[in-house]
């Protein structure tokens, strides 16, 4: 099971405690980055990491909660500061008089170079298997550049069976958690069985 979801993961904490064992050990993105940024910078800058601030922009308010969790902290120190949603930066932008045609054209710095298309579509439902499968497939066929988009779309719940590296793998894509829920019931009575299997809290991803 995918583990990026913080609300699918509580889900799963709350209801499947069974299950944990299945999630897969990554971090999400945005726990990932947090934990990376402090420790990198921290090193380069020579400053205790109780000195940075990270500060998300997510279009999901259980991000806020996922920053909180003690998992994601040094000795008290949160890897992700604060987090705020898409809508709530909107806001502040609005509120201040911010008016983009009158700024300044800039750039983006890149500490950790530039972005992938697996980066762009890991939000969307089937995103993140489509990720691992690109990434397999290339560690397995190097040079591949297949897409799979067979696994995207936004359908409750997606079942494929997908060819990589000579091995034919069946995935499984969720979004919603009533539609977790009925596919989970299936796995456990053995009426289903996946060798990965994404969730995603909300409808789409």
């Known amino acids: 099971f995918t583990s990026c979801c913080p609300g699918w993961v509580k889900f799963a904490e709350q209801y499947y405690p069974d299950l944990l064992d299945n999630l897969s050990t990554c971090r999400s993105p945005q726990q990932m980055f947090g934990a990376l940024c402090k420790d990198k910078l921290a090193k380069e800058l020579e400053i205790p990491r109780e000195k940075l601030v990270v500060v998300s922009v997510m279009p999901c308010t259980a991000k806020k909660f996922e920053a909180s969790r003690d998992e994601f902290k040094v000795d ?25 045609d009158k700024l300044e054209l800039g750039s983006f710095d890149m500490p950790f170079g530039f972005s992938t298309g697996g980066a762009v579509i890991f939000g969307t439902s089937g995103g993140v298997s489509e990720a691992v499968l690109r990434f397999a497939a290339d560690t397995l066929d190097k040079g591949s550049s297949r897409e799979y988009k067979e696994v995207r ?53």
């Open 153 to 205: 779309g936004g359908e409750g719940i997606k079942i494929r069976s997908v060819d990589v590296g000579g091995k034919t793998l069946r995935l499984a894509v969720v979004s919603g958690l009533a539609n977790a829920r009925n596919l989970i019931d299936k796995i456990r009575s053995g009426e289903e069985h996946f060798d990965l299997v994404e969730v995603m809290a909300c409808p789409g991803g």
């Open 76 to 100: 008290g120190n949160p890897d992700v500061d604060f987090v705020i949603t898409t809508k709530e930066l909107a806001t502040m932008m609005h509120e201040s008089g911010m008016e983009f």
